[in-house]
Each structure stands twice: as structure tokens, then as C-alpha cells.
């Protein structure tokens, strides 16, 4: 049977950029993820969090008052559940495991960080060169999980294999349900169009 239009252009596309570009951003942060546990970041994470309130607008002093209330008494606890969360996400795009709820995690815990431990990218004050890292870090995996949808699953990843073996899978790592194997899809064809009428010219 030969091949429909959408059926050859997915054949003749790659399927390894979408996912080399996640696992480069999987080793990325597997490596922020052994600096988090190194006894430099365990002995300044209490003193980070509390310095990065000083400076920061009076409206935003209960935000930041209530994050150093909660972690001072368990400051090592919390120490090594940051660093533990970034060592699954890492992990979890290296493998391609579970991506969608990765991605949205990882949105969710960037932008925790970057509103605690970052201080909004703030104070912004005279001397200010950035709005922050972990925001950026957001947008990344809004981007990754919105090419998730587009592209669908990613045959480099162990959700490709979990999807073949769990019929319910596809709902932790994809956006969208996959397409079965062996199913053509439709291919778009334009509409037809009538024939010209063309009014006939008398013969001399």
C-alpha cells in the first residue's frame, strides 16, 4: 500500500533533534543537580533564601517571610528535597520518562525557585542585569512540552517502549493520545474545484 502524504513526510522527518535537544537540557540539569549537592549549597541555602529578602519591595516581605519561617526549622530537609527534585527531573529527560508530567512539573518547580530562591529575578534596583535563571528554565520546558504535542511521542525515550506495553501510559507522557501503529492517517487533499465555463465565440 503506499504511503499517504502525512504517512511519507513522518518517515522522511528526523526523530532524533526533538530528542537530542531534550537530553542536552537533561544533562544540564543533571549537572545543576550535583552542584546542589555539594556541602557549598547545603551550608548557603538557608542564608540564600534569607539574603535574597533583603532589598525586595515591602508588598513582597509576607511572601518571602513565610518561606523563611517554613524551611529555618528543617533547613537540611529541605536542602536535600531541592536538590533530590532536580535530580529526578534530570534524570526523568535524560530517559524521556514520563515527559508529560515532567514537563509540567518542572514549570511548576522552576518557577517556585524563581520566586523564592531567585527573588522574582529581583531586587530591581540601579544595577540589576537579569531577571533570573529558572524563568527561562520555565519557558524551556513550556517550549519542550508544547513540541511534545506537535511532534508526538518520541522514539528515543522510555515512554516509547511504555506506551507499546502500558495501554494507559500515553496519558502520563503525552498531551495527546497516539496514533495507533499500522493507522494511515488521511491525507489532505484540496478541494475540487469546478471546470471553468467559458462562453462559446461564434464561428466566422
Known amino acids: 500500500m503506499a504511503d499517504t502524504p502525512a504517512t511519507a513526510e513522518r518517515r522522511c522527518t528526523p526523530a532524533w533533534p526533538k530528542d537530542a535537544l531534550r537530553v542536552t537540557f537533561g544533562v544540564i540539569w543533571l549537572i545543576d543537580a550535583i552542584l546542589k549537592w555539594l556541602p557549598g549549597f547545603k551550608d548557603s541555602y538557608m542564608s540564600t533564601i534569607m539574603g535574597i529578602a533583603k532589598g525586595q519591595p515591602s508588598?513582597?516581605?509576607?511572601?518571602?517571610?513565610?518561606?523563611?519561617?517554613?524551611?529555618?526549622?528543617?533547613?537540611?530537609?529541605?536542602?536535600?528535597?531541592?536538590?533530590?527534585?532536580?535530580?529526578?527531573?534530570?534524570?526523568?529527560?535524560?530517559?524521556?520518562f514520563a515527559r508529560k508530567l515532567t514537563y509540567i512539573g518542572a514549570i511548576v518547580f522552576s518557577l517556585l525557585i524563581w520566586s523564592t530562591a531567585e527573588g522574582f529575578g529581583g531586587p530591581y534596583t540601579s544595577g540589576a542585569s537579569d531577571i533570573g535563571t529558572a524563568i527561562i528554565y520555565a519557558v524551556v520546558f513550556a517550549g519542550l512540552l508544547a513540541l511534545?504535542?506537535?511532534?508526538?511521542?518520541?522514539?528515543?525515550?522510555?515512554?516509547?517502549?511504555?506506551?507499546?506495553?502500558?495501554s494507559w501510559w500515553w496519558k502520563v507522557a503525552e498531551l495527546r493520545?497516539?496514533?495507533?501503529?499500522?493507522?494511515?492517517?488521511?491525507?489532505?487533499?484540496?478541494?475540487?474545484?469546478?471546470?471553468p465555463q467559458y462562453p462559446e465565440v461564434p464561428s466566422p
Open 148 to 166: 511534545s504535542y506537535y511532534a508526538g511521542p518520541a522514539r528515543y525515550s522510555l515512554d516509547y517502549y511504555l506506551e507499546r506495553r502500558i
Open 177 to 195: 493520545r497516539p496514533v495507533p501503529q499500522g493507522v494511515q492517517l488521511a491525507p489532505l487533499t484540496p478541494p475540487r474545484l469546478p471546470a
Open 59 to 96: 508588598w513582597l516581605r509576607p511572601w518571602f517571610d513565610f518561606w523563611i519561617r517554613l524551611q529555618h526549622p528543617a533547613a537540611t530537609f529541605f536542602w536535600a528535597l531541592v536538590a533530590t527534585v532536580e535530580s529526578l527531573i534530570a534524570l526523568a529527560l535524560i530517559l524521556g
